[in-house]
């Protein structure tokens, strides 16, 4: 069965999240590089700075989109949540696959590879909104993307000491000051 209004909602936030992916990679530099907001925004051009333009955009849209369709809360935890548990570990394993594999990364293929995770994310959120399937136990999905959400944010100030946390075009490791 086909939910237009959900269908809709969904394909907004792809688009909402593709514009946002954008901003978000840029936002920290355009707000003068302050601390107060590095948490949210891509603070160096480290692989891991990245994934933060693909959670949070859709992150962000979820909270927005539950109250549009207003739809059962084990429901929407389920369909939100494993998209942002799987997109950051996906991103991951694509890029340092290609890149591994090619020897380089391209902007190109980096821009391609976000938006057909951010589509994935929509994708899946959609077929499982749809479908009106639940995990059992739901909440331990919406822990670990709160998780998640948390390990982004110390990273962002406490950046471990390793290849995915350095910025190779600042010869640094976490916020420029």
Request: include cysteine.
């Amino acid at each position: 069965m086909l939910n237009k209004k959900l269908l809709i909602t969904e394909i907004i936030g792809f688009v909402f999240c593709i514009i946002m992916s954008f901003v978000f990679h840029f936002a920290f530099e355009w707000l003068n590089n302050a601390p107060s907001i590095a948490w949210l925004f891509a603070t160096n051009e480290s692989v891991w700075e990245h994934s933060k333009i693909i959670f949070y955009p859709f992150f962000i849209f979820s909270i927005v989109e539950y109250f549009i369709i207003k739809p059962d809360i084990k429901v929407y935890l389920t369909a939100k949540s494993i998209p942002l548990i799987f997109c950051i570990p996906l991103m991951l394993v694509i890029y340092f696959t290609y890149s591994g594999i090619i020897g380089t990364n391209y902007l190109a293929i980096d821009i391609i590879m976000t938006i057909l995770i951010i589509f994935a994310m929509s994708l899946v959120s959609y077929k499982i909104i749809n479908s009106g399937y639940f995990a059992k136990y739901y909440y331990v999905y919406a822990m670990l993307a709160i998780s998640i959400f948390v390990f982004v944010i110390i990273f962002t100030y406490f950046p471990p000491h390793i290849n995915l946390f350095y910025d190779k075009t600042k010869n640094m490791y976490g916020i420029p000051f």
